[in-house]
C-alpha cells in the first residue's frame, strides 16, 4: 500500500476541488479525510474506470466515483472490493437485455433502461449523469454509486441475498433478524399502495433492500435512524461509522 501511494499520488488540487463537492462526504473529518484519500489511491491503481460510447472519462471524474464508493469501505478492508477489476461509465441510463424465468418455467428476455447494475464476478456498471447528479446534487436515499458497490459488498459471500461478511464480533442472527422484520414491514406497506418508509424500490428483493438501506445510511442517516433504529444500529456496526448529518 506504502508503494501503491508513493508511485501513484492524486494530485492534491483534484482531490481537494473533487472532494469538497461531493455532498455524501461532508461528515468526515480530516482524519477520516486522508484515509479515504489513501483507499481511493488504491482504487484507483487496482481498477480500471472506462467510459464507453464516447464517454471521455477525466481523472476528476475517477476520483469522485472511487472516492464514494471507498466511503464504504473506509472502516472495513480492501478485501471487501475483491474479485472483479472494472467500473463502466456509460454517459447516461443505459439499456440491457436480461433473461428471467416466470412461474411457470418459460424463460423471456426483457430489455430494462438502467442507472447502474453490478455483475457478481464482473464490472460495476454506472451512468455518469446519475452519478454526477447524485455526487454534487444530493437527494436524500439516492445515490447510484452507493448502491452498486453495495451490492459488491453483499456479493462477496458468492450470493447477493443482503447479508454481506460481517465483521467480527457481529451476530449473524441479530443482523438477519432485523433487516428481515424491517424488509417485511416495507414489502407489506408497498403492497398495500401504503406510503413507504424508504425508497419502495427496496422491497424489490433483500439484496436491493440492503443497497438501498447503504444509500441512507450515508446520505440521510436521520431518516433511517427514527423509522428503523434496529437497522441504523446494525449497519453502523457494519460500516463501522455513526454518520451525522
Aim: glycine share 6%.
Amino acid at each position: 500500500m506504502r508503494r501503491i501511494l508513493r508511485r501513484n499520488p492524486i494530485p492534491h488540487l483534484i482531490w481537494h476541488s473533487v472532494t469538497r463537492q461531493i455532498v455524501v462526504l461532508r461528515g468526515l473529518d480530516a482524519v477520516q479525510m486522508a484515509h479515504l484519500r489513501e483507499l481511493t489511491t488504491w482504487f484507483l491503481h487496482s481498477k480500471s474506470i472506462n467510459g464507453v460510447q464516447g464517454l471521455d472519462v477525466t481523472l476528476s471524474m475517477r476520483v469522485a466515483v472511487a472516492a464514494q464508493a471507498c466511503l464504504l469501505i473506509l472502516n472495513l478492508d480492501i478485501d471487501y472490493f475483491d474479485n472483479w477489476v472494472e467500473v463502466i461509465l456509460y454517459p447516461g441510463a443505459f439499456r440491457v437485455n436480461h433473461e428471467q424465468m416466470d412461474a411457470i418455467g418459460l424463460v423471456h428476455n426483457e430489455a430494462s433502461v438502467l442507472t447502474g447494475e453490478s455483475w457478481l464476478r464482473g464490472p460495476v456498471i454506472l451512468s455518469w449523469d446519475d452519478v454526477e447528479r447524485d455526487t454534487y446534487h444530493s437527494q436524500a436515499g439516492h445515490n447510484v454509486v452507493l448502491h452498486e458497490f453495495a451490492h459488491k459488498l453483499d456479493g462477496l459471500n458468492g450470493v447477493t441475498n443482503g447479508m454481506p461478511p460481517l465483521r467480527r464480533g457481529m451476530s449473524r442472527k441479530r443482523w438477519a433478524e432485523v433487516l428481515n422484520e424491517a424488509y417485511d414491514i416495507l414489502c407489506l406497506q408497498v403492497a398495500a399502495g401504503e406510503s413507504a418508509f424508504i425508497n419502495p424500490y427496496a422491497a424489490t428483493s433483500p439484496a436491493e433492500f440492503f443497497a438501498v438501506l447503504s444509500e441512507y445510511f450515508f446520505t440521510a442517516p436521520d431518516i433511517l435512524k427514527n423509522c428503523c433504529p434496529s437497522v441504523y444500529m446494525q449497519l453502523a456496526l457494519f460500516y463501522r461509522q455513526a454518520v451525522a448529518r
